[in-house]
């Protein structure tokens, strides 16, 4: 039986799913906080999700994520407006056999001329 109907959902949000095998270059349009209330053993928490132009599903960031686009663009996001990104997947192995493929952003690629 395929189990993928069971993971599934009608979120506006994007998955890694989306992104099997793809890399994409978006701008950034708005970034908007989110809370999310407690479910079960997870505590409620607050997210920022990201909105891209011409795009209709949003980026809800992950720790790593925010901080790579802090590093990037600076701590006060209206900054990461109108910045280019690029979205994709990486398998990464969590341990005991678990791998998972989280979606990814990163800056726009840097010059390669280094002066030094």
């Given at each position: 039986m395929d189990a993928t109907k069971y993971a599934q959902t009608e979120s506006n949000d994007l998955k890694a799913a989306d992104?099997?095998?793809?890399n994409f270059k978006v701008v950034i349009s708005k970034v908007e906080e989110r809370h999310y209330e407690a479910r079960g053993t997870t505590p409620a928490t607050d997210k920022l999700a990201l909105h891209f132009d011409g795009k209709e599903k949003t980026l809800v960031l992950n720790k790593t994520n925010a901080r790579i686009l802090i590093n990037a663009?600076?701590?006060e996001t209206d900054d990461w407006l109108g910045n280019e990104i690029g979205l994709s997947t990486q398998e990464?192995?969590?341990g005991a056999g678990w791998v998972v493929s989280p979606l990814n952003v990163a800056p726009p690629d840097f010059d390669s001329d280094i002066p030094f």
């Open positions: 992104f099997v095998g793809k663009y600076g701590a990464t192995e969590l």
